[in-house]
């Protein structure tokens, strides 16, 4: 399974832009990224999923570039209850789908 | 779409007892969901994975004896902690596959096991 490197914390304000980038130099071919947030005692909730190049959804983006070494998720205009752990996983259909978790990134937006 | 619930979402239990934690998904058929601890401050860790009608997968580490997993219906898997210990005192998340060509797992709200 793919290791992850992700910065261990994140200051932001709200309104600005938050990129969190993600390392993971042995991502195999079949490997897809996906970002997860979590609250305080709450699960983890799917934020967005990708193979290669770029993906958008109504809440985030999120940046492959072509080596695929590395994901960039990208959070426009931050508010307050974005501040969460944000976390980046690799994972294969055909490794049983099994995820690891890395230490995530903590995100706290300030006003 | 993909809801996950877990049942109870707090227990207290007193130690030498075994507590039953349920996880279905309410809007889709999961053939494989997934067990996690998390400890505070703490990342999730992989328990076991839970494939439906048969065995479950368990990670290194983790005692299948004490922690017992069924997966007898395509919408529920449960997790017994078998003769609780305040050690096992923890965040227990499960999540759910949708569909066979990703990894997009649907975690539930998680349930806070406290033994006293």
């Known amino acids: 399974l793919a290791k992850t490197t992700q910065p261990i914390s994140m200051d932001s304000y709200e309104g600005q832009e938050v990129n969190i980038t993600c390392s993971h130099n042995n991502i195999a071919t079949n490997d897809y990224i996906t970002w997860y947030q979590q609250f305080p005692s709450q699960g983890p909730r799917f934020i967005i999923q990708?193979?290669?190049t770029k993906v958008t959804n109504e809440v985030a983006s999120l940046f492959i570039p072509a080596d695929r070494k590395s994901s960039t998720l990208s959070l426009p205009r931050v508010s307050l209850s974005d501040t969460a752990v944000y976390y980046c996983?690799?994972?294969?259909?055909?490794?049983?789908?099994?995820?690891?978790f890395g230490t995530g990134t903590q995100l706290k937006v300030e006003l | 779409g993909a809801v996950v619930s877990q049942h109870p979402s707090r227990v207290i239990c007193k130690s030498g007892t075994s507590v039953k934690i349920e996880c279905r998904s309410l809007d889709f058929q999961a053939t494989t969901m997934f067990w996690y601890r998390q400890f505070p401050k703490q990342s999730l860790m992989l328990m076991a994975t839970?494939?439906?009608?048969?065995?479950?997968?368990?990670e290194q580490g983790v005692e299948k004896d004490k922690f017992l997993i069924n997966h007898a219906s395509l919408t529920l898997s449960t997790l017994t902690v078998t003769s609780a210990h305040p050690e096992d005192s923890s965040f227990y998340i499960c999540?759910?596959?949708?569909?066979?060509?990703?990894?997009?797992?649907?975690f539930g709200p998680g349930t806070r096991l406290t033994v006293l």
């Open positions: 990708g193979y290669k």
């Open positions: 999540s759910a596959r949708l569909g066979a060509s990703t990894d997009t797992q649907y």
């Open positions: 996983l690799v994972g294969a259909t055909g490794g049983g789908n099994k995820l690891t």
């Open positions: 839970s494939n439906e009608g048969s065995k479950a997968t368990y």
